[in-house]
């Protein structure tokens, strides 16, 4: 998919975070971990605001979404984190173990028998 043609206008609308939901909560967990923690951030969405805060706490952060649209918009916001475009019930999550998960936002989107 050739996504330099639409990308560019799409971004604005992705990439803005709608809103800092979260974000404290987020902050307060993840300096409960140690310095340098690797997480996975599960239905990471644009990265903003969740991913943003896990790595301005320092932490070694992976992400996953399904969205092709929402993975684009996180490696511009966020380049250098690693994102798999791919769903989370069949994620190989890395082949990797992790300090600490956070699925903000996901779980409300899955059907019930996944939660």
Known sequence: MDTKRWLPSFLPVVAAPSSAV???AVR???RTLP???TV???GCGSGLPITKVLVGEGLK???IDAAMSL???FRHNLPGIPIACESVEVSPFFD???DGVVAWGLM???LPEAQ
């Open 71 to 73: 993975a684009a918009a």
């Open 40 to 42: 996975i951030d599960l």
């Open 35 to 37: 310095s340098g923690a």
């Open 28 to 30: 307060d967990w993840a």
């Open 108 to 110: 409300f989107l899955l």
């Open 96 to 98: 990797r173990m992790f």
């Open 22 to 24: 979260g974000a404290r």
């Open 61 to 63: 952060v992976y992400a």
